[in-house]
């Protein structure tokens, strides 16, 4: 398993992306389209049109890595295409890792501090 720094930020290309293209063309995708550096040691993540295949690029400090998966029966939930990119919790990553709507999370309500009678 990798380790991620907690400092990571998740960057998803809402528009579609050809999946046939490797490090060098998802790292020119990275800078002309979402206009942010590929070696900054961010994860930037990718959608094919049938979406069921997603990839991630990542600068580890010693080169660029590709991750893909593959979801064999259903397909991973993705944004409407309002703008170039969107940012993701390290949670909503992992939601969308497993297949599940990572948009329906909300954050669990703040508990009120016990009122002194």
Known sequence: MMQIPSTT???????????RKGFDGLAAQVSTILHADP?????????????????I??????????FAKRLEQHRFVWPPI????????RAQLDML?????????????????????
């Open 97 to 117: 890792l497993e297949g599940m709507d990572w948009r329906r999370t909300v954050p669990a309500p703040m508990p009120n501090a016990p009122a002194y009678v």
């Open 57 to 66: 690029l990542y600068w580890d400090g010693t080169g660029l890595c590709l």
């Open 9 to 19: 930020r998740v960057y998803l290309s809402c528009r579609p992306t050809d999946m």
């Open 82 to 89: 309002i703008g170039d990119s969107l940012h993701l919790t």
């Open 39 to 55: 070696y900054s040691g961010h994860l930037f993540v990718f959608r094919g049109k049938r979406g069921d295949l997603i990839k």
